[in-house]
């Protein structure tokens, strides 16, 4: 006997993709198990947290809102129409709904099943290019050229264009996998799985694959009694097993896994099952994958509640930062990266000391990053260095508007100090009333440094000459901003000092050539890497940048690349200061990463030889731009 019903649903799914690729009778076949969904307008069909249902969906009548929580208020980023799919998370990850789909007026569903759907996708390759095709390209279908460039409900993070890098970088997974014969006793390989803790072992022969057992193998065949468990592993190994090469991207992991249903793929040397074993991927590595994603850790930190949220995205940072060396990103992008995520994580604990207050704002503020942070060059976990600048008010409001934002402050930085930024030694943090102050005491407070120049004042200023805008009201920060350069205008004696202290720092050879390294106290015999080297550089483009008028460019890499810019007489040096900058950064990160500390002092005697010549070339451009300091400031009487 026929069914209406599952006729009717074919007859409007073979008008849209990917449905349009399969036949009348494998529509009607999937139509007979597919559940019809009513939704009443404003309604929530499933939220973001939400674990992923069995479930994906088409819109059959009425329209689906799909949004993100961005700065704690709902954004609608796309509108699922007649014919649209969504909800197509489960097909390609395990971890929860990303977005929110709530229904805009009332709408019909069709939802259908995942795992009937599923032999379809595999078997069908229009079909899967299509589901592919979409994920890929960020689109809830592909071949809509007006709507190209949404996005397809939930699988990925949206407006973060790092997300669809990140999909097309090769995945981490387990090199040296265990292996066992094919006449390896199955008590024995169970044994060794859970006593490695482990999901799957490959079968191999003379060291290429012939199969896998998996956990599941195990639960379905052996704990059920279908077999006993002192068979040889032969009889209930999945075969073949699934091989690809090495360098598999993200999403060609998944691609794979969903052609497949599976959840293992075996890593060989050409990617056949005809060379040697090189390696594992579970689903577990793509769900790691996932997590370390900087659109990810981004929307986690805006949805964090508490420090300790805050503190588990700054340690999944270290992950981002190894994985994104050991796939060659330039030192730069990751430092941009990870400068995101740190501004993200100072502004969230921003508003969480804000929430935590008893009252709000008394008047406009500023939150500012000052030093490495507000240069985006901290990438390992060092102290917290920042400001807080408010609006000028009456003189009889003033004390109580500046405890205010003290407290807060303080509120802040004891956040920042549970995620993993320590405190600063020397206290120049917003929490110290000599760095929490309105824009009239900012200005005033910078006029001293900048036309009475002394040793002290130069230090600070050197230090709050970097600082970037956190959260707040942006146009505070731009009055110091202006204030700043309207004194620093070709004032000679401010460059004076500021150029003598860029060069107290020299370039750290001797005079045979040989590494100036610390000759006492708990770093002896160590090469610090930052004051050294790296500051030096540091503290020459902030001079030049400052003496060019040149705003709103802080980090010194951009600083040198932009002075090449300008300078193209000059192009040569700053293009070479710029790669010495990021080659030293690349040190000392690694050298963080290795020693989890904060990679400031380099133990020479584990360099390569390669690497101690790498390091010394880094040198030269230091000497280099500081002579040219010192003909253009005409410093030779100060130095």
Not at 71 to 76: G, H, N, Q
Not at 363 to 368: I, K, L, Q, S
Request: net charge negative.
């Amino acid at each position: 006997m026929k069914n209406s019903i599952a006729e009717r649903i074919a007859d409007f799914l073979k008008n849209f993709p990917p449905f349009n690729s399969l036949t009348y009778t494998e529509l009607v076949t999937i139509s007979n198990e597919i559940q019809v969904v009513h939704v009443e307008k404003n309604h929530v069909l499933f939220k973001i947290g939400d674990k992923t249902h069995p479930f994906f969906y088409v819109v059959k009548e009425g329209a689906i809102g799909l949004s993100v929580t961005s700065d704690a208020e709902e954004a609608l980023i796309d509108k699922c129409d007649e014919g649209d799919i969504l909800g197509l998370r489960p097909f390609f990850a395990k971890n929860n709904y990303l977005m929110t789909a709530k229904a805009r007026e009332e709408s019909l569903l069709y939802a259908i099943p995942i795992d009937v759907f599923k032999p379809y996708v595999s078997q069908n390759a229009e079909v899967l290019s299509f589901l592919l095709e979409s994920f890929a390209s960020n689109t809830r279908n592909p071949y809509d050229k007006e709507n190209r460039g949404k996005l397809i409900s939930e699988n990925v993070i949206y407006t973060e264009q790092s997300s669809e890098i990140q999909y097309f970088q090769p995945i981490s997974y387990t090199k040296s996998p265990i292996t066992a014969s094919r006449k390896d006793i199955v008590k024995f390989v169970a044994q060794t799985m859970t006593q490695s803790k482990i999901g799957s072992v490959i079968i191999q022969d003379n060291s290429l694959p012939v199969g896998i057992v998996t956990d599941k193998d195990l639960r379905s065949k052996i704990a059920t009694g279908l077999f006993p468990i002192d068979i040889t592993v032969d009889q209930i190994m999945s075969a073949p097993v699934i091989t690809v090469a090495e360098n598999i991207s993200i999403a060609e992991t998944q691609m794979m896994m969903l052609k497949h249903n599976v959840g293992h793929l075996c890593v060989t040397a050409d990617g056949t099952n005809k060379s040697k074993i090189m390696g594992i991927i579970s689903e577990h590595d793509v769900v790691v994958a996932q997590a370390n994603n900087p659109g990810v850790l981004l929307k986690q930190t805006k949805r964090a509640t508490r420090s300790k949220e805050l503190k588990a995205v700054r340690e999944k940072l270290n992950d981002l930062i190894q994985n994104s060396l050991d796939k060659n990103i330039p030192i730069q992008h990751i430092s941009s990266l990870v400068g995101e995520i740190n501004i993200a994580i100072t502004k969230r604990a921003v508003e969480l000391a804000i929430e935590k207050m008893e009252e709000q704002p008394p008047t406009r503020f500023a939150w500012m990053n000052i030093g490495s942070q507000g240069r985006k060059e901290q990438l390992l976990m060092t102290d917290q260095d920042n400001a807080l600048v408010f609006e000028d008010v009456e003189e009889e409001r003033y004390d109580d508007v500046k405890k205010y934002f003290l407290e807060l402050a303080e509120k802040v930085t004891k956040t920042l100090h549970k995620v993993g930024y320590e405190f600063c030694p020397a206290e120049m943090m917003a929490s110290n009333p000599m760095w929490c102050k309105s824009v009239t005491d900012w200005n005033k407070q910078y006029n001293s440094w900048i036309n009475k120049p002394g040793e002290k004042g130069i230090l600070m200023c050197s230090i709050f000459f970097d600082y970037d805008f956190i959260v707040g009201y942006e146009n505070l920060v731009d009055l110091i901003t202006d204030n700043i350069f309207a004194n620093v205008h070709n004032n000679q004696l401010f460059f004076a000092y500021l150029g003598t202290d860029a060069l107290k720092n020299p370039p750290p050879l001797g005079f045979f050539r040989q590494f100036l390294v610390e000759d006492d106290g708990e770093h002896k015999d160590t090469f610090d890497i930052k004051s050294r080297a790296i500051m030096p550089l540091v503290d020459a483009a902030r001079l030049l940048v400052l003496s060019q008028d040149i705003k709103g460019i802080n980090n010194t890499y951009q600083r040198y690349k932009k002075l090449a810019e300008l300078e193209p007489q000059n192009a040569d040096l700053f293009e070479s200061c710029a790669e010495a900058f990021s080659t030293l950064s690349l040190f000392r990160t690694e050298e963080g990463l290795t020693n989890n500390n904060n990679g400031r002092y380099l133990n020479l005697n584990e360099l390569s030889k390669s690497d101690k010549v790498k390091l010394k070339n880094a040198f030269q451009p230091i000497r280099d731009i500081q002579d040219a300091i010192k003909n253009r400031f005409q410093l030779t009487y100060f130095t």
